[in-house]
């Protein structure tokens, strides 16, 4: 990667460290890591950093659009997750201003504690991954709160659907 990607790369890394929460404790749970990653699953980055769901996804997008990873949609039995392009301890190194550049992922520096670097986060403490989905909240009326789930990645087509489904719902004329 040429010396202008990566010198965009780290700034963005500072402003979202800057700037974003959950971004700055997922910095610095990877400096405090004694190996790399190769592989970053949505569901250890929010034990990593207490954040929720719809949270991570987008910190995940943005990761990938600074080009730090390739954010993964979880389909057909795969997790979400981000495949890291760069060593995570030089991106929380470059993102909190400890280091230049961020340096290529080491083969011997990675924890191979499982298959592609993944390490398993208790399943205790995690929702299991049916798909990513987000709950949305909507004042019906005044003392009536709803809430519907649905996926991160919702299409315009199955808004619509589901516009037409409640639609069809009221028994009144």
Do not use: C, Y
Not at 93 to 105: D, S, Y
Not at 112 to 123: H, K, L, T
Request: hydrophobic letters at 40%.
């Amino acid at each position: 990667m040429n010396s202008a990607l990566k010198s965009g790369l780290v700034a963005g890394l500072r402003d979202l460290n800057e700037q974003d929460e959950t971004a700055r404790r997922l910095f610095e749970n990877f400096s405090s890591r004694q190996r790399d990653k190769r592989v970053t699953t949505a569901a250890q980055a929010e034990w990593f950093t207490g954040a929720q769901r719809w949270e991570i996804v987008a910190l995940l997008r943005k990761l990938d659009n600074l080009g730090a990873g390739e954010f993964k949609v979880g389909r057909r039995g795969s997790k979400t997750r981000i495949e890291w392009l760069f060593s995570i301890r030089s991106l929380a190194a470059a993102a909190q201003g400890a280091a230049g550049t961020p340096e290529g992922i080491d083969p011997t520096q990675v924890d191979d504690d499982a298959e592609d670097g993944v390490v398993e986060v208790p399943e205790m403490e995690i929702e299991t991954e049916e798909g990513d989905w987000i709950d949305h909240s909507f004042q019906l009326r005044p003392d009536m709160q709803i809430t519907i789930r649905l996926p991160v990645d919702l299409t315009s087509k199955e808004a619509d659907r589901i516009g037409g489904f409640i639609r069809q719902l009221p028994f009144d004329a």
